[in-house]
C-alpha cells in the first residue's frame, strides 16, 4: 500500500551540485506531477507529466528537468542548484485530469541548498 | 489565467468555536475542479474533498461542511466544533479538465488551542 514515495526524503547540497529526486508510483496513474512548496505561497507546480514518455513545463520550470522514462517513476533533475531552489519538493500522481480520484502527493522532499 | 485567493493568512480559535476558510478562485473555464487539502504539522497533504464545476451542492462529512457559490466564484469551508487536532495548514486549488494541474492558494494557517 506504498501509493507516492518520494526518494530521498532530505538532502542538503552546495551550490552548483546536481541531483535527482526520484518519485515512484504504484497505482498505475498516467498522470504525475512535481511541485515545489515555499514558504507562504503554497505550491507550485514546476513540471507534469500525462503519460510515460511526455513532459511538459508548469508554473515554474526554469532551473528543473524531468523524465518520465517509466509509467510509474517521474524523474526531477537540478543540474546545477541554487540557494533558490531551497524548497520541500513535492510530486503527486493521478489517474486523469477527469477522474473523481485526486491527486495522491508523496510525504515530500525538503531540500536545502547552501 | 487561473487563480486562487485565500485571503485569510492565520485564524486562531478555541477549541469549539466554528470556523470558516475562505477561498476565491479565478478561471475561465466552464469545466473545473476545486479541491481542499490539510497539511498537518507532519508536512503530508491530505486530501478533504473535490468539487466540480456543475455541482453546487453544499456537502457536509461528520464536522467539516463546504459552501460552493459560483456566483461569487467561491468555495468556503467550515469545520464545527473545532477541535486541536483540526490544527493544520489548509489549502484551497483549482485545476482544469485536460491536464489536471493544481493551482493552489497561499493557504490558511489553522490554530485551535485547548
Known amino acids: 500500500n506504498a501509493g507516492v514515495t518520494q526518494t530521498p526524503k532530505f538532502r542538503v547540497l552546495k551550490t552548483g551540485q546536481s541531483m535527482t529526486l526520484l518519485c515512484a508510483q504504484d497505482m498505475n496513474h498516467e498522470y504525475m506531477y512535481w511541485y515545489r512548496q515555499d514558504p507562504g505561497m503554497g505550491l507550485r507546480l514546476i513540471h507534469y507529466s500525462v503519460g510515460e514518455g511526455t513532459t511538459a513545463k508548469g508554473e515554474v520550470p526554469d532551473g528543473y528537468n524531468v523524465s518520465r522514462l517509466k509509467k510509474q517513476n517521474f524523474l526531477l533533475g537540478l543540474e546545477s542548484a541554487a540557494p533558490s531552489q531551497t524548497s520541500v519538493y513535492f510530486c503527486?500522481?493521478?489517474?486523469?485530469?477527469?477522474?473523481?480520484?485526486?491527486?495522491?502527493f508523496g510525504d515530500g522532499t525538503r531540500l536545502s541548498i547552501l | 489565467a487561473q487563480k486562487v485567493t485565500q485571503a485569510q493568512t492565520e485564524i486562531s480559535v478555541v477549541e469549539k468555536e466554528d470556523v470558516t476558510l475562505d477561498c476565491v478562485y479565478e478561471?475561465?473555464?466552464?469545466?473545473?475542479?476545486l479541491f481542499w487539502y490539510k497539511q498537518p504539522p507532519s508536512g503530508e497533504l491530505v486530501f478533504l474533498i473535490r468539487r466540480n464545476s456543475f455541482d453546487e451542492q453544499n456537502e457536509i462529512s461528520g464536522r467539516y461542511s463546504w459552501n460552493f457559490q459560483k456566483s461569487t466564484s467561491s468555495f468556503n469551508f467550515t469545520i464545527t466544533a473545532s477541535q486541536v487536532v483540526d490544527s493544520a495548514v489548509y489549502f484551497c486549488a483549482l485545476s482544469d479538465g485536460y491536464t489536471g494541474k493544481l493551482i493552489f492558494g497561499q493557504g490558511t494557517t489553522l490554530q485551535v488551542k485547548p
Open positions: 478561471t475561465r473555464d466552464t469545466t473545473y475542479y
Open positions: 503527486a500522481s493521478s489517474l486523469g485530469a477527469l477522474s473523481n480520484q485526486p491527486q495522491h
